[in-house]
């Protein structure tokens, strides 16, 4: 099946867009399936202006059914001496170069088109596609065109070729319901190929009428924020083009009733321009954490988020902590929920014999023991059961577990589900599941982001299409500086600039230490990413060769089979054919 490409960033003026308007007969209703075109019709229009056609002929090499025959008026005898798709194919792909493909249900067309350019070896190339049927229902009321057949289109707006199942014939029908559907929606203010592929009836004409407010905005990358009446921000996003990204929340199918609500009170959109999109992408985090605006709901509270901390005293313990202290812990996480949290601390718990209960406990304690100690789960140096020795090597066995390599926590989990398994308790083994799960992604996300977040700074750069660098300096899992590197400049003497300007990054405690944990994360996305180069290292970035991360690849596809509904004896080897 076709997939429409989208439109977001383009913002071109209709009248400047070529587009080719496509129709085809075939033999039956999909390709996949054996059919094969019959005939190719094609209309390339711009402006209003119709610039060329395109008609053949195609021979499907087989025998036409009765049926469409009489429907199209296509023979076996018509097509014998016609050119096969083999050859049309590659006329067509040139006639249609540079447009935006037009169709009256696209996906069967384009369907059609892409699964014989892939049977011939042909490259399709990345075409725009409008479709003129989802285009009317969402223009057309129910009392204008009970449906949205082109043969209704053709008489609602009146045509002058009538559709009559031949391909050209239909392609000419099709241009002039196109056009009827642009000059109704020039009248509500649709002007680009943006805002005609996202249309929505759902807006209101409130909304439209304040479309003006993106027009003091620059087509450059960056982040908008639109202000109330007060000029307090009540949405936060980022673009590629902030214009054209603000444009289409006044006439765009934007279906989310809130957003309709927010434009409403909307009186004001400021637009703060970046060099690149990264950097859009980590200013609007930071702004929707600073600023909180009601109609955003990712990445309001970066401050909500849990840690699972390894206490720094006489007898260390396990806590659940809102902040990281500059206490000589060790923390990980952050964890998005309490109970992700919890989960994980249980499983490290199942693992290692150290205290549970709360509190600092003396250097020499004399108290009873608890019913931890008395089932053998707990050391107990509450009542002098163990000496400091042996619990600082257990202490160190956790810590090497949270930090290191987790294997020790993930056989004994493995151990319980086996067992369980075995003894057919898939519920009770659930629970160890999902324990392991969330302290293996936990411990994993702490060592990936640490391992950036240890580099006093890291520059990068990626080459974009146009030629340029983005060059970007990151201190401390921070972002300092961005910029971008044009032909003509010294490579050397910019990136000394950027890095001479780049934010003065002082790091606090913990795997966190200059930024959130989002903002990092979203870095190691952009650092990951192919044809990075690294331009300067200052520190060691690696992670550890026995860490989490060697263990999330087995917990997501059990997370996979889940959600498929797989019995749990069939996950367990999936998971044990995954293990590292």
């Known amino acids: 099946m076709p997939v429409q490409a ?3 960033e383009l913002g071109r003026a209709l009248r400047e867009v070529t587009f080719c308007v496509v129709d085809l007969e075939t033999t039956g209703g999909s390709a996949a399936g054996g059919s094969s075109i019959t005939e190719v019709g094609a209309v390339k229009v711009r402006g209003g202006e119709v610039l060329a056609e395109f008609q053949t002929l195609v021979n499907p090499h087989s025998a036409i059914p009765p049926f469409i025959a009489v429907l199209t008026g296509i023979t076996d005898s018509m097509v014998a001496d016609a050119p096969g798709i083999a050859e049309v194919l590659p006329s ?6 540079g447009c935006v493909l037009v169709a009256h249900n696209a996906p069967f067309d384009v369907g059609f088109l892409q699964h014989f350019a892939a049977a011939l070896d042909h490259r399709w190339p990345a075409f725009e596609v409008l479709d003129t049927a989802r285009l009317a229902r969402r223009v057309l009321t129910r009392d204008e065109a009970p449906n949205c057949k082109l043969g209704t289109l053709a008489r609602l707006f009146r045509t002058g070729t009538e559709p009559n199942h031949r391909a050209l014939a239909d392609a000419r029908a099709t241009v002039e319901v196109l056009h009827g559907l642009i000059e109704r929606l020039g009248n509500l203010g649709v002007h680009t190929l943006e805002e005609l592929s996202t249309f929505s009836s759902r807006v209101s004409p409130e909304q439209r009428r304040k479309r003006h407010l993106a027009d003091g905005l620059a087509h450059a990358p960056g982040v908008y924020l639109f202000r109330d009446a007060r000029d307090r921000p009540l949405y936060i996003g980022t673009s590629k083009d902030l214009r054209v990204r603000v444009r289409s ?7 989310r009733s809130r957003m309709g609500e927010m434009v409403r009170l909307a009186e004001r959109v400021e637009g703060i321009e970046c060099a690149t999109a990264l950097e859009a992408e980590i200013r609007e985090l ?3 954490a600073e600023h909180k605006p009601a109609y955003n709901r990712r990445s309001r509270h970066p401050e909500r988020v849990v840690w699972l901390k390894l206490t720094n005293e006489p007898w260390p313990r396990l806590s659940l902590v809102r902040r990281v202290l ?3 812990a060790d923390y990980v996480g952050p964890f998005a929920s309490r109970r992700s949290a919890e989960h994980a601390m249980t499983a ?3 693992a290692f014999a150290i205290r549970q209960c709360n509190g600092r406990m003396p250097r020499s304690p004399s108290m009873s ?14 009542n002098g059961s163990v000496d400091a020795t042996t619990y600082t090597v257990e202490v160190a066995r956790l810590r090497r577990a949270l930090l290191d390599d987790p294997r020790d926590v993930v056989d004994v989990a493995d151990t319980r589900m086996s067992v369980l398994a075995g ?6 083994a659930t629970v160890f599941r999902d324990r392991l799960a969330a302290f293996v992604r936990g411990t994993a996300r702490t060592q990936r982001i640490s391992a950036l977040t240890h580099c006093p700074q890291v520059v990068a750069a990626k080459r974009r299409s146009d030629r340029c660098w983005e060059i970007h300096v990151v201190r401390h899992g921070r972002l300092s500086a961005a910029g971008v590197l044009r032909g003509g400049v010294s490579a050397p003497e910019y990136v000394a600039s950027l890095v001479r300007s780049a934010e003065t990054v002082i790091p606090g405690p913990g795997p966190t230490p200059a930024a959130s944990a989002s903002e990092t994360e979203c870095l190691l996305r952009w650092l990951e990413s192919p044809d990075i180069r690294l331009v300067d290292v200052d520190g060691t970035w690696t992670c550890p060769v026995g860490g989490a991360g060697g263990q999330l690849a087995t917990h997501d596809a059990v997370g996979v089979s889940r959600t498929e509904l797989v019995p749990f004896d069939e996950r367990r080897s999936l998971r044990t054919a995954h293990q590292p």
């Open 6 to 8: 989208s439109f977001d």
């Open 92 to 97: 067509f792909l040139e006639f249609t170069s």
């Open 249 to 255: 929340y006044f006439t765009a199918s934007e279906t």
């Open 286 to 288: 930071r702004l929707i």
């Open 326 to 328: 500059d206490d000589d």
């Open 348 to 350: 490290a718990h199942d």
């Open 369 to 382: 023991a608890c019913a931890l100690a008395e089932m053998g789960r707990c050391l107990s140096p509450c």
């Open 423 to 428: 003894q057919e308790r898939f519920e009770d």
